[in-house]
T-cell receptor, first 115, second 111 residues
Framework: EAEVAQSPRYKITEKSQAVAFWCDPI?????LYWYRQILGQGPELLVQ????????DSQLPKDRFSAERLKGVDSTLKIQPAELGDSAMYLC?????????????FGSGTRLTVV | GQNIDQPTEMTATEGAIVQINCTYQ??????LFWYQQHAGEAPTFLSY????GLEEKGRFSSFLSRSKGYSYLLLKELQMKDSASYLC????????????FGTGTLLAVQP
């Protein structure tokens, strides 16, 4: 079964340091999403790509977060500088097309701890 | 505004039936999803409703009433492995059709 690949699985970083997460969606999936899930809460969308273009980054804290999907395939989410409040699970998801009826397929996520 | 409400926690007994409710108020509606999430893992897709009524999938069923902004997930013949968080998510309108998630209902299945 096709999977969304994410790395690293776990990351511990000190505040003010830079950190990056990588996501490789299911082959052929045009739409890619980065979600942040704080413990005990539901996932919150940070950024959505359609191919290589950003279609929604309204909830992305742009002063410290950046995301790219240069060739419309894999994607990187970066935080610089990291803050204690950034500790969360960062989930990547993909879907075949905009409005796909069967929801998204999520990757295993990256658990970030900022100390 | 966007608002999705679910109970925070529920407890049920192995072999029993449990119903998890979800109410929503969103700007636009293009479908409601239920996901299961075990601790420390990614959400996995359970069900999708876009029209009113009941969708059944084995031990899991999901119901939608668009006029009431209401859905429920019904789990039958509960098993210990069903202990997880259950997330209700709505696809709103707009250009991105993104999924908006509730905070999740943590279900504990007891022997």
């Amino acid at each position: 079964e096709a999977e969304v690949a994410q790395s690293p699985r776990y990351k511990i970083t000190e505040k003010s340091q830079a950190v990056a997460f990588w996501c490789d969606p299911i082959s052929g999936h045009a739409t890619l999403y980065w979600y942040r899930q704080i413990l005990g809460q539901g996932p919150e969308l940070l950024v959505q790509f359609q191919d290589e273009s950003v279609v929604d980054d309204s909830q992305l804290p742009k002063d410290r977060f950046s995301a790219e999907r240069l060739k419309g395939v894999d994607s990187t989410l970066k935080i610089q500088p990291a803050e204690l409040g950034d500790s969360a699970m960062y989930l990547c998801a993909s879907s075949p097309a905009w409005g796909w009826n069967y929801g998204y397929t999520f990757g295993s996520g990256t658990r970030l701890t900022v100390v | 505004g966007q608002n999705i409400d679910q109970p925070t926690e529920m407890t049920a007994t192995e072999g029993a039936i449990v119903q998890i409710n979800c109410t929503y108020q969103t700007s636009g509606f293009n479908g409601l999803f239920w996901y299961q999430q075990h601790a420390g893992e990614a959400p996995t897709f359970l069900s999708y409703n876009v029209l009113d009524g009941l969708e059944e999938k084995g031990r899991f069923s999901s119901f939608l009433s668009r006029s009431k902004g209401y859905s429920y997930l019904l789990l039958k013949e509960l098993q210990m492995k069903d202990s997880a968080s259950y997330l209700c998510a709505v696809r709103g309108g707009g250009a991105t059709n993104k999924l908006i998630f509730g905070t999740g209902t943590l279900l504990a299945v007891q022997p």
